[in-house]
């Protein structure tokens, strides 16, 4: 009797992995791919009823809860519905007013967030790359970050001549430490291995500044520009309400003092879009600067 071997058949180890990996997987038959969604515009579509459908959703409960009149621990019987809602917007889309006062709204914001944004950079640089800088700015930074930026209106009604400068700095000041504090962190977090081999070729530190570190920090730049962004909203709506004469903030208080609740859900929701599309307009101008990223370049 002899023995017979173990067949190579039964214990084959393939010597080419990858053709392992493209053998067909188990329920499927070969050929087949799974599907997948090609093409730019069947992308967006699917995109966009993603984004659609949850605000379908939420339009939807509202509309249950305001028809039915719910008293639960929440009260919906004295809200007003979709169908109120609509009708006074639809009424403002037609005054001229309510333009203006989204469009002094989004100046003020752009004022605002446009001088945080430049300042909190570059001082948020300056403090990473020096000790000295740190040493006599990062202090005083630190004592004013916890300041509520509402809390300075009273102020800035003293100091400012015109109403309008003061809900311009109020922005600005609410927006600057979200991007002074995440510039600071993308500078200390930095791979020092990046400026040490720009600079063994020879790079000046001029251009170890604008070439290596500064694009380098950039990601984490644009997560401060995001929170700042959303945060400039909060306080130049709020300042807007107490001190302003024009804006969506100032609409929707005088909707509030008139009774009419309807138009302060129209202020509410104006403000949501706004600061939605801004978010937005920032998040896009990150991802093309920072394009170089894995995820972005794909």
Not at 49 to 69: D, E, I
Not at 72 to 83: E, I, N, S, T, Y
């Amino acid at each position: 009797m002899t023995t017979t071997p173990v067949s190579q058949q039964s214990l084959t180890l393939t010597d080419d992995p990858i053709a392992a990996t493209q053998r067909p997987r188990p329920g499927l038959r070969a050929g087949l791919r799974p599907l997948t969604v090609t093409g730019a515009w069947p992308r967006r579509l699917a995109a966009g009823a993603q984004t659609a459908l949850p605000l379908a959703a939420a339009l939807l409960v509202w509309y249950l809860l305001t028809a039915n009149g719910v008293v639960l621990w929440l009260r919906f019987d004295k809200v007003p519905g979709p169908a109120d809602v609509y009708d006074t917007l639809k009424g403002q889309l037609t005054s001229g007013s309510y333009y203006q006062d989204l469009l002094a709204s989004l100046r003020r914001i752009l004022l605002g967030f446009g001088l945080a944004a430049v300042s909190g950079v570059a001082i948020g640089m300056a403090i990473g790359r020096s000790r000295v800088v740190q040493a006599l700015v990062r202090p005083l930074i630190e004592v004013a970050r916890p300041i509520p930026a509402i809390a300075l209106v009273p102020l800035a009604i003293l100091v400012f001549p015109t109403g309008e400068q003061g809900i311009v700095f109020i922005t600005f000041f609410a927006a600057f430490f979200p991007v002074v504090v995440s510039t600071i962190h993308a500078m200390k977090t930095l791979p020092k291995v990046w400026e040490e081999a720009a600079r063994t070729m020879g790079a000046s530190r001029l251009s170890i500044l604008a070439h290596v570190v500064l694009p380098g920090a950039m990601p984490g730049i644009f997560s401060g520009l995001s929170v700042s962004m959303g945060v400039s909203w909060i306080c130049v709506i709020s300042a807007e309400m107490i001190s302003g004469q024009f804006g969506v903030g100032y609409y929707t208080w005088q909707s509030y003092g008139l009774l009419d609740y309807s138009g302060v859900v129209v202020g509410m929701l104006s403000i949501g879009i706004l600061g939605w599309g801004t978010a937005w307009l920032v998040e896009r101008l990150g991802s093309r600067i920072n394009r170089w990223l894995p995820r972005n370049a794909r």
